[in-house]
């Protein structure tokens, strides 16, 4: 495989989608692919077109938080592209759609870059006002192939509370900086959980130093930790559309509101 001397000159828009938004992590385990898919329902309940792209190929989970398992996309007569699913007013493509849930990708990079790129070029997306990207933890491929190849308008990087994440969420950042994405959000999942029936908030990490390098231009949110959220996404039912009303809901209500007037839409 040649890669151009620009990494960037193959980079342009996917057809049809006016913006790419990134969704990472330094690390697994902070709730990215949470927040993806419940910032996608909520960018939905706008009245946005939105679709949803599960680019972690390794360890994929948009097909189980939609309650989509099993499922496999079609093929469009006309363009020959793939149909991403529709779930929830979204549209939705995963590696999870292509391979069994306890089937492991083992792959190298020049496939998994194949991928992608059949990912962005290759899938029906039709028309949409924002596409989610959730990216695999970490600072690997595919971060760098969405940069190189797609037309990206920013970025939310998710962590927990505690300084062990956020050592992590740093080189997030970093790399956000380094492939030219500008962070848009800083997202701090399960910050506090707050007791049923009361005003109080107990810290379920040592709280860390977030402030200590995030730039004013990043806007903080803050996401509580609520079962509810977990058991939604284990039942394929996203909180949004179980229960409208929650705490969890209104916070990823207003992370979507904040991007449509950053984004203009």
């Known amino acids: 495989m040649t890669i151009a001397n620009n990494p960037y000159e193959l980079q342009r828009p996917i ?8 969704v990472g992590s330094g690390k697994g385990g902070v709730g990215k692919s949470t927040a993806s898919a419940h910032i996608a329902i909520a960018l939905k309940n706008l009245g946005l077109k939105v679709g949803v792209l599960d680019a972690d190929i390794y360890g994929p989970s948009m097909p189980r938080i939609f309650g989509c398992l099993n499922q496999k996309p079609g093929i469009s007569e ?19 759609f292509l391979v069994d849930e306890d089937q492991a ?9 194949k991928a992608m790129s059949q990912f962005f070029r290759d899938v ?4 949409l006002d924002v596409l989610v990207v959730d990216l695999p933890p970490g600072t690997g491929d595919v971060a760098l192939t969405l940069a190189q190849q797609v037309t990206v308008s920013g970025a939310f990087v998710v962590s927990t509370p505690q300084n062990l994440s956020l050592t992590d ?10 492939i030219k994405i500008p962070v848009m959000g800083f997202i701090e999942n399960m910050a506090g959980f707050k007791i049923p029936g009361t005003d109080d908030v107990i810290d ?62």
């Open 78 to 96: 006309d363009t020959d592209k793939i149909l991403p699913l529709e779930k929830y007013g979204l549209k939705i493509m995963s590696m999870g």
């Open 124 to 127: 029906e997306w039709g028309d």
């Open 204 to 265: 379920l990490f040592p709280k860390g130093q977030s402030e200590s390098f995030l730039n004013a231009d990043v806007e903080k949110f803050k996401i509580q930790f609520q079962p509810q959220l977990a058991v939604a996404c284990e039942t394929g039912v996203p909180l949004n559309q179980l229960d409208p009303n929650s705490e969890s809901t209104q916070a990823f209500q207003n992370i979507a509101e904040y991007l449509k007037t950053k984004l203009s839409l």
């Open 169 to 178: 969420a740093r080189k997030a950042f970093d790399m956000f900086a380094q």
């Open 15 to 22: 057809a049809g989608v006016k913006h790419v938004i990134a």
């Open 105 to 113: 990708v083992v792959w190298r990079g020049p496939m998994l870059f």
